[in-house]
């Protein structure tokens, strides 16, 4: 046999069948030319195998003769290694090309299925990574798409996996609770103070915006009854005492019942404009020196009354407009001179000696403050200012200042002078 016999037994060569061994208890010494020819049958069997011969060499079944033995003898003495050779299955090559090629479709499958395994695992892995990376960040509602399971197959939690899982969406719920909580600790406060801040200036300065607000759309309200086309023509009026000017479109009643202390002042101002009757300024219309009228150019949004604006756009007239006077049903037509801005405390400005019949607008000056008095002075030119009566010569009583707006929110607060 040759070396390598065995390996191919073990890889899939068929086996030769054994002949029975012809066991002879007492078998004489062959001689060379038995031996020989033994041989010699073996070898071309072998020989057959491995050169691919189809054809079974046909062993010799004419026995040796030997001399001085018998027939019988030389089958006996036969070797008991001997085979015969027998056609049972001859392998051909394409069938060991089939054999090898069967073996690497099945490893390369196996390594295939392996690889792809491994490959799987170790996505499975990344995306639970990443899934719980985003869940301790993001709330669950919140996440986005991407980050949700892809895949619909069933998973299987150990223990400790459920208790990861359950522990990290409580620390996100609380983690967002505290930022919650944290935001609106400081917000709620900065809100209210905001709030309380936007309050505090409405009610001081309310004033200032309404009477803005006011002066600005006065000019689209105008009456047209107010529009006077020949200053100098008497017409019949009411027995109400009025001020019309209808340059800044207004039309306002007129109390002359008043002191001029600030308490009376401020009360008949919310009805109108109200007569400020000083010594040396306590002249009606149609009589000689000076007749002092004051009114409202801004007021608390609280104050009572519908004229808290009415001189809102008083500033606005200027040197030769017209204001009318209805007094005791009799209209009186005067024409602005002059305008002037002086203090509160300076109520000499209104008493002057004059041989005229005078009117004096008075308000407060800027829009929405108290600071300074705004003092329009307009002459009578109807009727003839030669047929005015004289004015009384005493009447009124002193004050120290010109009346002007309520206080402020802060002076109600905190206590504050008139203004």
């Not at 070797?79 to 479709?105: C, I, M």
């Not at 522990?167 to 209210?192: E, N």
Request: proline share 8%; aromatic share 8%.
């Amino acid at each position: 046999m040759r070396p390598n016999d065995q390996d191919d037994r073990r890889v899939g060569t068929p086996l030769i069948p054994q002949r029975s061994l012809l066991h002879t208890p007492q078998t004489p010494r062959r001689d060379t030319a038995a031996q020989t020819a033994a041989a010699s049958i073996v070898r071309s069997q072998v020989d057959a195998i491995y050169n691919g011969n189809t054809t079974t060499p046909t062993p010799q079944t004419t026995p040796v003769a030997i001399s001085g033995e018998p027939q019988q003898q030389s089958i006996e003495t036969d070797s008991p290694y001997e085979r015969t050779q027998t056609n049972l299955g001859e392998v051909q090559a394409d069938q060991w090309k089939q054999y090898h090629s069967a073996w690497q479709d099945y490893y390369q499958k196996y390594y295939e299925r392996y690889y792809v395994g491994q490959v799987y695992h170790a996505k499975q892995a990344l995306e639970a990574r990443a899934q719980e990376a985003h869940k301790s960040e993001i709330p669950h509602s919140q996440q986005p798409a991407t980050l949700q399971p892809t895949h619909s197959e069933p998973e299987t939690l150990s223990q400790s996996e459920a208790m990861y899982d359950l522990r990290s969406k409580l620390v996100g719920k609380m983690q967002d609770t505290a930022k919650k909580a944290r935001k609106s600790r400081h917000f709620i406060p900065i809100t209210a103070a905001i709030c309380v801040m936007l309050v505090f200036l409405f009610l001081q300065y309310n004033r200032v915006l309404f009477a803005n607000v006011q002066a600005y759309i006065s000019p689209g309200d105008i009456d047209p009854a107010n529009i006077i086309i020949d200053p100098s023509t008497e017409v019949a009026v009411s027995s109400d005492p009025k001020l019309i000017i209808p340059k800044i479109n207004v039309d306002v009643p007129v109390n002359y019942d008043t002191a001029p202390d600030y308490n009376s002042q401020m009360k008949a101002m919310e009805n109108g404009v109200a007569y400020f009757g000083i010594p040396g300024a306590n002249s009606r219309p149609g009589q000689v020196g000076n007749t002092v009228l004051s009114g409202h150019s801004s007021n608390d949004i609280i104050d009572q009354g519908n004229y808290k604006f009415i001189f809102a756009r008083l500033d606005h007239l200027t040197n030769g407009d017209t204001v009318f006077v209805n007094y005791q049903g009799k209209r009186y037509t005067y024409t602005v001179t002059k305008k002037e801005v002086v203090k509160p405390t300076e109520v000499t400005k209104l008493v002057y000696a004059t041989d005229k019949p005078i009117l004096t607008l008075i308000t407060c000056t800027p829009l929405g403050t108290s600071l300074n008095r705004l003092l329009v002075t307009a002459e009578q030119v109807s009727p003839s200012p030669k047929d005015a009566t004289p004015a009384p010569s005493t009447g009124g009583s002193a004050t120290t200042s010109i009346p002007g707006n309520s206080p402020t929110f802060v002076q109600r607060i905190f206590g504050g002078g008139d203004q």
